[in-house]
């Protein structure tokens, strides 16, 4: 596991502490955890997802590539 110190003005953490209470977090850390997997799952595009990188993964550990004329092509089979 990394670690990384990072600092906050006054108000930044009071919105960390906020969050930590909301969520019923036991600490900073956790509160910080919860910030990146909401940005994770409602802001990273899908391509930048570790989920969509294991499929890419398994389809490449298979060894069946094809080429795609178009991205809509290539979605649909990641997808099955």
Known sequence: ???TL???NEHQD???QIIKANQGLKNKVEAVQFIIKE???NHMEP????EFIKKIQKKEKKGK???YKSLSQLWK???A
């Open 77 to 79: 089979d990641v997808d």
């Open 14 to 16: 009071q919105v960390l």
């Open 1 to 3: 596991m990394k670690q």
């Open 47 to 50: 391509e930048l997802r570790p």
């Open 39 to 41: 940005y994770e799952e």
């Open 6 to 8: 990072i600092a906050l």
């Open 65 to 67: 590539f094809r080429e």
